[in-house]
């Protein structure tokens, strides 16, 4: 795909089921405890369910219990694109693809101290897992 960001609306929701649809370009949530990645620890790669782009390792993902998968930093450090968000009546740091511009989660400042102490929050939803070789 040569940039998924000139991708129209109509084309998102052909490549996306209505549940990644929601998450991906609505900033939608999955539900805590529902993602098939929540409790999910093999090795390997994560992509964007949008368009592919390598977004975090398995090396980076841990049990952090909030019932959606956690990561303490993304594959690249231009993965990903951070952006304030003031909905919902809180102050967040949202988090998304930088390739696609893809909804993926929010990041917050309480992930393993020895590890950065930052936690990605991102919902399955948002990614494909691809099985270490
Ligand atoms: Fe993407």
Not at 79 to 96: F, K, N, Y
Not at 111 to 123: E, K, L, S, T, V
């Amino acid at each position: 795909m040569s940039d998924p960001k000139a991708l129209t609306d109509d084309e998102w929701r052909e490549r996306l089921t209505p549940d990644q649809y929601h998450v991906l370009r609505e900033a939608g949530t999955e539900r805590a405890f529902t993602g098939q990645y929540d409790e999910h620890f093999e090795a390997g790669s994560y992509r964007c369910a949008g368009c592919g782009e390598l977004l975090f390792e398995s090396d980076a993902k841990y049990g952090s219990g909030c019932g959606w998968p956690a990561f303490t930093r993304p594959a690249q450090s231009d993965a990903v694109e951070e952006r304030r968000d003031i909905s919902h009546g809180m102050i967040r740091t949202e988090v998304l693809c930088n390739k696609c511009g893809g909804h993926l989660g929010h990041v917050f400042p309480d992930g393993p101290p020895d590890q950065g102490g930052i936690r990605y929050c991102i919902n399955s939803l948002s990614l494909d897992f691809e099985e270490k070789e």
